[in-house]
């Protein structure tokens, strides 16, 4: 396997993190909105706002509701970001940066329909505002499906993320990355479906645990982002509405810390970049632990990198490290490329991969001892 080849592109589209213009930041109003978006809407996204508009940056965040109607509206505020729109489990509709409107989809037979609309790609330097749902004439929004009972966040970079999943081929300009990259089907999204679990998908590409992806922008890190609903807001935190209590985290972080030489000029030498890792990465389970409690099980996952196998031999003694302390509620989990074409942009998985590597986390997940 080669040497992973994420991106000129990469830095200019994904790594900048910009304060979002006024257009984006804009407020939204429509129809139907006066007890609130989130009344008769159901996401499990992190997302902020209020009655009229929620705001979000992370990618694959999905809005889910139900309406009866032969159409439903659906109000964004986005210049940035693509969409699907997903009616009674089908794609019907690709939104690409649609900007400030109310996309409507008409034609239904008359009745009770779901709803599901979904950020695809990241644009962690905008942000992203949707407005509700809206109906047609004679028409109604219907209280929203519930919260799922299981919940399971993964946390990673651009394999996580689904960067360029959809692409038929490896070299890809950064606009081809943003329309071929689909959240929605990346291995996080695929097995939580297949689990019927509500989830995150907290991925930022090209970002470590302590060094991003050939030492760019070394003042942060994936850590620096990881508190925030809104990416480009310095400071912003997610406040928790209380709802969101997952039993399983997936944490995919390392390959953008090792799989590039060291540049010079850079702070770290092999050696003290993996004792940094090292003790970041404990750092951030302590504050996953505390923030999830005792029970949540936190999988600490590793691929395969031709260039070094440092990765995930730290990852492994990390959890090993864990385990000595006491915690057996941290695991490892491994999956080699084996099978895997990285088809993708950049050499990046594949939509085939990572459906294979869904099928993997899947059977890791029934070794867990969840109690769901």
């Given at each position: 396997?080669?040497?992973?080849?994420?991106?000129?592109?990469l830095s200019a589209l994904v790594m900048a993190v910009v304060t979002p213009g006024a257009a984006a930041a804009a407020s939204l109003t429509s129809p139907d909105r006066d007890t609130g978006v989130l009344t008769r809407v159901h996401t499990a996204g992190r997302v902020v706002g209020d009655k009229d508009s929620v705001k979000y940056s992370w990618p694959g965040v999905y809005f889910e509701g139900k309406f009866r109607g032969h159409g439903v509206g659906i109000v964004l505020n986005d210049a940035a970001a693509d969409y699907d729109v997903q009616i009674d489990g089908t794609t019907v509709a690709t939104l690409v940066t649609p900007g400030q409107t109310t996309h409507w989809v008409?034609?239904?037979r008359r009745g009770v329909h779901s709803v599901r609309v979904v950020k695809r790609s990241e644009s962690p330097w905008a942000t992203s505002e949707f407005g509700g749902f809206v109906a047609v004439p004679y028409g109604a929004i219907l209280a929203g499906r519930t919260a799922r009972h299981r919940q399971i966040?993964?946390?990673?970079?651009?394999f996580t993320a689904g960067y360029g999943n959809t692409s038929t081929t490896r070299e890809c300009t950064g606009d081809e990355v943003n329309r071929t990259t689909n959240a929605?089907?990346?291995f996080g999204a695929v097995t939580a479906r297949r689990l019927n679990a509500d989830y995150q998908l907290?991925?930022?590409s090209g970002r470590g645990m302590v060094r991003n992806y050939n030492g760019v922008e070394p003042q942060t890190n994936y850590r620096t982002y990881y508190d925030r609903a809104?990416?480009?807001?310095?400071g912003d935190i997610w406040r928790n509405p209380g709802t969101w209590q997952p039993e399983l985290v997936?944490?995919?972080?390392?390959?953008n810390d090792f799989s590039t030489a060291i540049n010079p000029g850079e702070q770290w030498t092999p050696e003290t970049l993996v004792a940094a890792y090292r003790t970041a990465y404990h750092a951030f389970l302590d504050k996953?632990?505390?923030q999830y409690g005792r029970d949540t099980i936190l999988v600490v996952s590793a691929t395969h990198m031709s260039n070094t196998t440092v990765f995930a031999e730290t990852a492994g003694q990390i959890v090993q490290e864990r385990n000595s302390q006491g915690d057996d509620r941290v695991r490892f989990w491994y999956y080699p490329e084996t099978g895997l074409d990285y088809g993708g942009c950049h050499w990046h998985p594949s939509l085939r991969d990572h459906q294979l590597i869904a099928d993997r986390l899947g059977a890791f997940i029934a070794t867990l001892p969840l109690r769901w």
């Open positions: 396997m080669r040497s992973l080849r994420v991106i000129t592109v008409a034609g239904l966040e993964f946390i990673g970079d651009s929605d089907l990346s907290n991925a930022f809104l990416l480009s807001v310095e997936v944490i995919g972080l390392g390959i996953l632990r505390n």
